[in-house]
RNA sequence: AGGAAUGUAGCUCAGUUGGUUAGAGCAUCGUCUCGACAAGGCGAGGGUCGUCGGUUCGAAUCCGACCAUUCCUACCA
C-alpha cells in the first residue's frame, strides 16, 4: 500500500484543474468574488501571504463547490518604491547608477526584471493550490490598469481633489523622493538633546536657551519662540536673535505651541524642517529656509563651509563650532522617535518641495458613512476602529513620488508654469488651444502605487469600461487583508470605489492576524526568525535554513546567534510536510486575534491529520469492490452504529457551514478535524470491522456498512477539500464513480449540505452508551496493566432494562473492542465477586481480581474515582442546599442537578462498598 | 499622552446569548507490533480562568478598579 507522501499526491492535480479550465467562473449561481490583495510583481511568497491566501482559497474553493458563480481575480502590483531599490541594488553590482542609465532605460531595466522574476510568485500561488482565475490576471502597470490610472488623475484633478503646491513632506534623501505619512514609521532611538545658547542681539551677555535633536537645522532657523504668557521671556518678545555661525538675525516671537514648563521654554524655530514650525512659521509669515539638498546635503543656504556636507556630518561641525564659541549649554541623552522610511530604513527629513495631493476630505466623509451603515462590514468587529480613527482624522494625501517606476503624471507644464492636466500632449495643446511655439513638459513624477493599487477592485475588471465582469463581480464579496494595511489600502479602495463607480469595492472586510514566530516574535530578516512557505511545503536542509537565514543580513555581526538559534529550533532541518498540512496548520490558526504564532510543531500535527486520513481512505477503499456495487448502493441503513456516523457527519456540515459564516476558519477545520479523528477514525472504522469480518453479520449488515463507510468518506473529502485541495482530491479520484457524487473533479463537486432527517438521536445514544461501557474497560485494562489482547472475564451489575437491551444489541461489538473474556450479566441481588469496578451511567462494569487485579492499585484507582465524584456531588449539593438557587434559577436547571445528585449519591455508595469489599480481604 | 486589544494547562490557543466535572493540539508519563494508520492505538497526570471588588441563585463569560503585555495614533523642541 501506498504511503501518504504529499510531494507525490500535490503536483498533479493543479495542473489538472488548470487544463480543464476549472479556475474560470462558471455556472448560473449568484456571483461571488474576490480581489487577490496584489503582491508586489518582483516579490516571493512569505508566511503572511501563505496565511492569507490559504484562507481566500478556502473561502473561494467554500462558496465555488456551494454552486456560487466564483472570482478569484488575480494580479500583481508593480510596488513602485521596492522594485525601483532592487533594480538599482542590481545595477550597483554592475558599477552602473540609474542617472548613468537615463529614465527610459532604467524602465526598460525593471521591465526586464519583472519578465525573469514576475513568475516567481505565480508559481508560489500553484504550488499552494490557489484557485485563482489566472486567465484574466492584471498588473498595475499594464495598459488598461494604467488607463484607470490617468482617468481617475484626470477626474479627480478636474473636480478639484488633486492640487499641486509646494509643501512640507516627508522626504526620503537616500530615495530622493516624497513618502505619505504611512510610509514612514517612527521608532524611539537613543540621541542627544543639544541645549544651544542663542545671543540677544544688544544684550551683550544674555541669552536664550533652545534645545533640539538636530542641530544642524540652525541653520534654516528665522525665529525663536516663547510662550507669550512666560513672564521670563516677555521682555524679550520682538527683539532679535543673533543667530550664531550665520549672522543672521531673527526674531522672538510669541506663540501659544510653546509649552513653557519643557526644558527651557525656548523654542528654535525652523519652518522649512520642521512640521510644527512650518505651522508657526505659517502663523507668523516667517521666510522659510531650506537648507537641504534632495539628497540630504546641506545647500547654498548654509555657510559655504557646510555646503555639501552630509546632514549627519554638518551635525557634527555645527556642535564643533558652537561648543568653540561657547554657545553649547549642555548636552543630554534623550530618546525620541525618529522617523525612518519604511523601505529604506533611511532618517526622514521634513522637506519643502513641490508636490501633487488629493483632498481626502470629502472623499473620507463618504467613506464613513458606508462602513457605519453596514454596507461595509468589519470582521472582526472591533477592526473597524482602526478605520474610523485613521478616516476620521484624515489628512491630504500625497501622491507624487521622485521616482521613475510608476504611473508617471498625466500633466504638462509651461514655461510660465501653468498646469495642463489630460490624456496626452496633444489632447492638452488641443483643448486649451496652445500655440506650437508653447513648450510643454510632461510633469516627471509618478504616482503612489497605493493610488493605482486603490481602483484595485475595479480596474482589474476592466474597468472604465463597462465590461461584463464589473457588472457581474463588483463590488465584491470579501476583502482579506491584514490590519496593517486597513489605512494605507481598504480605506483607499472605499474611497475611489465610491467616488467613481458610486458603490462599495466590498460587502465584507476580513482581517486576519500577524503571523509570527514560535515565540511570538514579528518574523523578520534581520532577527533571522523567518520562514520560507515553500520550504515547510518542500522541506529544507538544517544548513539551507541557516544559509537562507544568515545571506544578505543588514547586520552581519547577527549571524553567529541566529545560527545558533536555528540549530536549537531545527536540529533536523525543516521535512517536507506538503501544501496541504500548510494550509491546514493555516486554517486553523485564523481564529480572530491579532497575532497568530507560527510553529512548525502544528504543521507535523496536521500533517499527521492528512496522514490519519488518506489511511482511513486506503481502509475504506479496500473494503469496496466495484462490482459489487448495486447490492451496497441499494442498502437499507438498518444499524444504530451507520446511523450515529451520519448523524456525526451532519453535526459536522452543521459546524462547518455555521464555522464559514462567521469566518471562523479555525473552528471549521476543528469541526473537521475531531469528526475524522476521534469519531470517523477512532469508533467507526473499528466498529465496521466486526460487522464486516464476522460471519454472524448478514450481507445486508454489511452492504449497508460498506454503503455508510464510503458515503462519510467521500463526504469528508468533499467537506474537507476547500482547506486541503490535493489530498481530498486524490483520494476522491480513487473512489468509484457510482459511489459519488458526479463531478470530474472534487474541486467543482457539490458542497455537502447538512440533512436533518439523517439524523437519528435515538442510534446517538446507544452508540454514546456503548462508546462509554468500552471506555470504562479500557480505563480499568490501562489502569491496571492489563494488555489490551488478553481476554478478562467482565461482569454486568446493577444495570437498567436499557443496559440489557443495549448489551444484548452490541455484545457482537462490545467482544470486538473490549476482548472479553466472557461477559455477564447480573441482577442487582446476586453476589458478585471481588473485582475492578468502572461505572456507566449507573451501571457497574466489573473486572474480577483473581490472578488479574493487585488490590493496592484498584484501591487507589477507587479513591481517585470517589474523590472526583465526591467533589462533584459536594458542588451539586451546596447549589441543591441554596433556598435561592431553586426559588430562582429556572425549574428545568433545578431538575437536571436533581437529578444529577440522585445519580451521584447513588455511585458514590456503590464505589464505597467496593472499596470497603477489598479492604476486607 | 490618547485609543484599542490581550491575559485560560509547561507551550500555542478554543470556550456562542452567564447554567453539568473549563476543552483541544503539542509537550509529559504509563502501556501496546491488535490486518487502515508507530506520522499509530489505548490509558493517565496537569488549570484558584492576571489580581481585587461588584452584579447574580449561579461568573472564565457581565460591570468597575488595578497589574502585566502588545499594537495603533500623536508626540515637547
Known amino acids: 500500500m501506498q504511503k501518504y507522501t504529499p510531494k507525490d499526491i500535490e503536483e498533479k492535480w493543479y495542473k489538472a484543474w488548470g487544463k480543464n479550465n476549472l479556475f474560470a467562473p462558471s455556472g448560473q449561481g449568484a456571483p461571488f468574488s474576490i480581489a487577490i490583495p496584489p503582491p508586489n510583481v518582483t516579490g516571493t511568497l512569505h508566511m503572511g501571504h501563505a496565511f492569507q491566501h490559504s484562507i481566500v482559497d478556502a473561502l473561494i474553493r467554500y462558496q465555488r463547490m456551494k454552486g456560487r458563480k466564483t472570482l478569484w481575480q488575480m494580479g500583481t502590483d508593480h510596488a513602485g518604491i521596492a522594485t525601483q531599490m532592487l533594480v538599482t541594488e542590481q545595477l550597483a553590482k554592475e558599477n552602473v547608477s540609474p542617472s548613468q542609465l537615463g529614465r527610459e532605460q532604467f524602465i526598460q531595466r525593471v521591465w526586464d526584471w519583472k519578465e525573469r522574476s514576475g513568475k516567481t510568485i505565480s508559481n508560489q500561488l500553484r504550488k499552494l493550490g490557489a484557485s485563482l482565475h489566472w486567465d484574466t490576471e492584471r498588473f498595475t502597470m499594464d495598459a488598461g490598469l494604467s488607463n484607470a490610472v490617468n482617468e481617475v488623475f484626470i477626474k479627480l484633478y478636474e473636480d478639484g481633489l488633486i492640487y499641486r503646491g509646494k509643501r512640507l513632506v516627508n522626504w526620503d534623501p537616500l530615495l530622493k523622493t516624497s513618502l505619505s505619512d504611512l510610509e514612514v514609521e517612527s521608532k524611539e532611538e537613543k540621541g542627544s538633546l543639544w ?232 489632447e492638452i495643446r488641443a483643448k486649451y488651444s496652445l500655440a506650437t511655439n508653447v513648450n510643454l513638459d ?309 458542497y455537502p449540505i447538512s440533512d436533518s432527517t439523517l439524523t437519528d438521536e435515538q442510534a446517538s445514544k446507544n452508540i454514546c452508551w456503548l462508546k462509554e461501557t468500552v471506555t470504562a474497560i479500557r480505563n480499568i485494562r490501562g489502569e491496571m496493566d492489563i494488555s489490551p489482547v488478553r481476554k478478562i472475564p467482565i461482569i454486568i451489575s446493577r444495570g437498567t432494562e436499557q443496559d440489557r437491551l443495549n448489551l444484548e444489541k452490541f455484545e457482537p461489538l462490545l467482544k470486538a473492542l473490549i476482548v472479553p473474556e466472557s461477559i455477564t450479566w447480573k441482577e442487582p441481588e446476586d453476589h458478585n465477586p471481588l473485582a475492578a469496578t468502572a461505572i456507566a451511567g449507573t451501571m457497574e462494569l466489573l473486572v474480577p481480581m483473581e490472578n488479574l487485579i493487585d488490590k493496592e492499585s484498584e484501591l487507589t484507582r477507587l479513591s481517585k474515582e470517589l474523590t472526583k465524584k465526591n467533589k462533584e456531588f459536594e458542588a451539586i449539593k451546596k447549589k441543591l442546599d441554596n433556598p435561592n438557587f431553586i426559588d430562582k434559577a429556572p425549574k428545568a436547571i433545578v431538575e437536571k442537578e436533581d437529578l444529577k445528585r440522585q445519580r451521584l449519591d447513588e455511585v458514590i455508595k456503590n464505589l464505597e462498598h467496593k472499596k470497603s469489599q477489598i479492604l476486607e480481604i
Not at 510662550?227 to 521682555?235: A, F, H, S, V, W
Not at 555661525?245 to 506663540?255: L, Y
Not at 497575532?595 to 479496500?622: H, I, M, P, T
Open 195 to 426: 541645549h544651544l545658547r542663542y545671543p540677544i542681539a544688544d544684550l551683550e551677555g544674555e541669552f536664550l536657551v533652545v534645545a533640539t535633536t538636530r542641530p544642524e537645522t540652525m541653520l534654516g532657523d528665522t525665529a525663536v519662540a516663547v510662550n507669550p504668557e512666560d513672564t521670563r521671556y516677555k521682555k524679550y518678545i520682538g527683539k532679535t536673535i543673533n543667530l550664531p555661525i550665520t549672522q543672521r538675525k531673527i526674531q522672538i516671537i510669541a506663540d501659544q505651541y510653546v509649552d513653557p514648563d519643557f526644558g527651557s521654554g525656548c523654542v528654535k524655530i525652523t519652518p522649512a524642517h520642521d512640521f510644527n514650525d512650518y505651522d508657526v512659521g505659517k502663523r507668523h509669515g516667517l521666510e522659510l529656509i531650506n537648507i537641504l539638498n534632495a539628497n540630504g546635503t546641506l545647500n547654498d543656504q548654509a555657510p559655504k563651509a557646510y555646503e555639501g556636507l552630509d546632514r549627519f556630518d554638518a551635525r557634527k561641525k555645527i556642535v564643533e563650532e558652537l561648543s568653540s564659541l561657547d554657545l553649547i549649554e549642555k548636552i543630554e541623552d534623550h530618546i525620541s522617535a525618529i522617523p525612518r522610511g519604511e523601505r529604506t530604513g533611511e532618517i526622514v527629513e521634513p522637506f519643502l518641495s513641490d508636490q501633487w495631493f488629493v483632498s481626502a476630505d470629502l472623499l473620507a466623509e463618504n467613506a464613513i458613512k458606508v462602513v457605519e451603515n453596514g454596507e461595509i462590514d468589519f470582521l472582526p468587529k472591533n477592526t473597524e476602529n482602526i478605520y474610523f480613527a485613521w478616516m476620521r482624522n484624515i489628512q491630504d494625501w500625497c501622491i507624487s513620488r521622485q521616482l521613475w517606476w510608476g504611473h508617471q503624471i498625466p500633466a504638462w507644464h509651461d514655461q510660465e508654469k501653468n498646469i495642463f492636466v489630460g490624456r496626452s500632449e496633444e
Open 442 to 750: 510632461r510633469d516627471k513624477d509618478v504616482l503612489d502605487t497605493w493610488f493605482s493599487s486603490a481602483l484595485w477592485t475595479f480596474s482589474t475588471l476592466g474597468w472604465p469600461e463597462k465590461t461584463k465582469e464589473l457588472k457581474t463581480f463588483h463590488p465584491t464579496s470579501v476583502m482579506v487583508t491584514g490590519h496593517d494595511i486597513i489605512s494605507l489600502w481598504v480605506s483607499r479602495m472605499i474611497m475611489m470605489s465610491l467616488y467613481f463607480l458610486e458603490e462599495v469595492p466590498f460587502k465584507k472586510v476580513y482581517v486576519h492576524g500577524l503571523i509570527t514566530d514560535a515565540n511570538g516574535q514579528k518574523m523578520s530578516k534581520s532577527k533571522g526568525n523567518g520562514l520560507d512557505p515553500t520550504d515547510i511545503i518542500e522541506g529544507i536542509s538544517l544548513k539551507g535554513l541557516v544559509k537562507k537565514r544568515t545571506s544578505n543580513l543588514m547586520q552581519p555581526k547577527m549571524s553567529q546567534k541566529i545560527e545558533r538559534n536555528t540549530i536549537k529550533e531545527y536540529p533536523e532541518g525543516i521535512s517536507a510536510y506538503g501544501t496541504d498540512p500548510l494550509r491546514f496548520t493555516f486554517q486553523s490558526l485564523a481564529s480572530g486575534s491579532k497575532s497568530v504564532s507560527f510553529d512548525v510543531k502544528k504543521v507535523e500535527g496536521y500533517r499527521n491529520f492528512c496522514n490519519k486520513l488518506w489511511n482511513a481512505g486506503q481502509y475504506v477503499l479496500s473494503k469496496i469492490e466495484k462490482k459489487e456495487s448495486k447490492p451496497i448502493l441499494d442498502a437499507k441503513i438498518n444499524l444504530d452504529v451507520n446511523k450515529w456516523i451520519q448523524s456525526e457527519l451532519q453535526a459536522c456540515i452543521r459546524a462547518v457551514d455555521f464555522a464559514m459564516e462567521t469566518f471562523r476558519f479555525d473552528l471549521a477545520v476543528k469541526a473537521i478535524y475531531e469528526f475524522v479523528w476521534n469519531e470517523f477514525c477512532d469508533w467507526y472504522l473499528e466498529l465496521t470491522k466486526p460487522v464486516l469480518q464476522s460471519d454472524e453479520s448478514s450481507d445486508d449488515e454489511k452492504n449497508e456498512t460498506k454503503k455508510t463507510l464510503i458515503t462519510i468518506i467521500e463526504s469528508i473529502l468533499r467537506l474537507i477539500h476547500p482547506f486541503t485541495p490535493f489530498i481530498s482530491e486524490e483520494i476522491w479520484q480513487k473512489i468509484p464513480r457510482e459511489y459519488k457524487e458526479a463531478a470530474d473533479y472534487i474541486m467543482v463537486a457539490n
